[in-house]
């Protein structure tokens, strides 16, 4: 069975760090796309970023562009998503998904291969 386990979300200051992991097994990690989307308080889903297979190709939507940097390790079965200058509205549950082995609409997968969401809380 595929499984996504993200760990790593916290309280933390406007302007402060978190980097987030996103572990995974029960598939061949390293041919497939992977997303990172949020859920702010009482909002719908939000895509955050995408990294390709190899990890050398990313996309960020622009609100996070700059700030937050995804990566991954093809040997650890493993994405991270390093978040810096946070800001309240970066508040929210943070899930991977698992996308194909080919870039596409992240939400024809989160209904089956997301994780359980770790929580970000970004207050003074």
């Known amino acids: 069975d595929v499984q996504l386990v993200e760990s790593g979300g916290d309280l933390v200051q406007p302007g402060g760090s978190l980097r987030l992991s996103c572990a995974a097994s029960?598939?061949?990690?390293?041919?497939?796309?992977l997303y990172w989307v949020r859920q702010a308080p009482g909002q719908g889903l939000e895509w955050v970023s995408t990294?390709?297979?190899?990890?050398?190709?990313?996309e960020y939507a622009p609100s996070m562009k700059g700030r937050f940097t995804v990566s991954r390790d093809n040997a650890k079965n493993t994405m991270y998503l390093q978040m810096n200058s946070l800001k309240p509205e970066d508040t929210g549950v943070y899930f991977c998904?698992?996308?194909?082995?080919?870039?596409?609409?992240?939400?024809?997968?989160?209904?089956?291969?997301r994780g359980q969401g770790t929580r970000v809380t970004v207050s003074s």
């Open positions: 029960g598939f061949t990690f390293s041919t497939y796309y």
């Open positions: 998904v698992r996308g194909g082995s080919r870039n596409g609409n992240w939400d024809k997968y989160f209904s089956n291969y």
């Open positions: 990294i390709d297979t190899s990890g050398r190709l990313t």
